[in-house]
């Protein structure tokens, strides 16, 4: 129906676990990950919920993130005095915070150095041809990721025909041929263009067993609008053979009709010119 509906945890790990080693099951995870709201720090317990925990703390070595530290010194001191776990309530609330900017930041640059690497990884293969999968698609062409996760663009002005791109179903699709793209369906490529600069990898599309045409569809779509549109030309054209029976020539002859009383009148003029003659004779 196209409605929203709140899926539990225990869904999305049933989805993932039935997935598990087809070619988009990475697409599909990391679409539902987007999907999901932004993960933070905070002094109160929300569980996790791609894990269907209800309690949950992540944490690695200290000298990885402050945040980790944070926890580590927390375990040490915990139930050493009232003091500590108050001194611990008032700061973590600021910490949390601050902490959570700080990754969102240093998400943004890990992935600006990525895209620089892969790119500049990607320059010597330019003219290379590989399977790929469609990570995602958008209003000006597609994203497709390589095995090795380097993800490069397909402009929708390098695909050999005008496409016309469908929002809710997150489709492109070929106006002559029919062949559309889906996101996690396999495609063949071709690398045209790795700009270390930008961090920019482009595609070309290239024709292949993988090409999933619906020309098909396409045509008995157009067909059933055909026939609506027959229809309403033939209500169209019977209105106008009722309008022209309304006005037929008998109907115009029935119009044209003279009056009764001038019918009378002529006829008294004739009877009239007879009887004068006939007085004359005598």
Same mark, same amino acid.
């Given at each position: 129906m196209g409605l929203p509906v709140r899926l539990a945890r225990e869904v999305l790990q049933e989805i993932m676990s039935t997935v598990e080693g087809e070619p988009y099951a990475d697409v599909l995870s990391m679409m539902l990950l987007r999907s999901m709201q932004q993960a933070r720090y905070s002094e109160h317990n929300h569980g996790h919920y791609g894990l269907a925990a209800d309690y949950y703390t992540h944490f690695t070595s200290p000298i990885r993130r402050y945040p980790d530290l944070l926890v580590h010194r927390m375990i040490r001191d915990y139930g050493r005095s009232k003091d500590v776990a108050d001194h611990f309530e008032q700061?973590?609330?600021?910490?949390?915070?601050?902490?959570?900017?700080?990754?969102?930041?240093?998400?943004? %640059?890990?992935?600006? +150095?990525e895209a620089m690497k892969k790119?500049?990884?990607?320059?010597?293969?330019?003219?290379?041809?590989?399977d %790929?999968?469609?990570?995602?698609?958008?209003?000006?062409?597609?994203? +497709?990721?390589?095995?090795?996760?380097?993800?490069g663009l397909i402009h929708i002005t390098n695909?050999?025909?005008?496409? *016309?791109?469908?929002?809710r179903d997150?489709?492109?699709?070929g106006e002559k041929s029919g062949i559309t793209f889906r996101v996690g369906q396999?495609?063949?490529?071709?690398?045209?263009?790795?700009d270390k600069m930008t961090g920019e990898i482009d595609f070309s599309f290239i024709p292949s067993e993988f090409d999933v045409n619906e020309k098909g569809l396409k045509d008995s779509g157009r067909k059933e609008r055909g026939r609506r549109s027959d229809k309403k030309e033939d209500k169209r054209k019977s209105g106008r053979?009722?309008?022209?029976?309304? *006005?037929?020539p008998k109907d115009k002859k029935k119009k044209s009709k003279k009056p009764f009383y001038k019918e009378v009148a002529k006829?008294?003029?004739? *009877?009239?010119?007879?009887?004068?003659?006939?007085?004359?004779?005598?």
């Open positions: 700061v973590i609330p600021e910490i949390a915070t601050q902490s959570s900017n700080r990754e969102r930041r240093a998400i943004e %640059a890990e992935r600006e +150095v790119a500049e990884y990607m320059e010597e293969y330019v003219g290379e041809e590989y %790929a999968v469609v990570s995602s698609i958008v209003k000006f062409g597609l994203f +497709v990721e390589l095995p090795n996760t380097v993800e695909l050999p025909e005008f496409y *016309h791109f469908n929002e997150l489709t492109l699709r396999q495609i063949r490529i071709r690398v045209e263009r790795a053979l009722g309008d022209k029976r309304k *006005h037929s006829k008294g003029a004739k *009877h009239g010119k007879g009887r004068g003659k006939g007085r004359r004779a005598k």
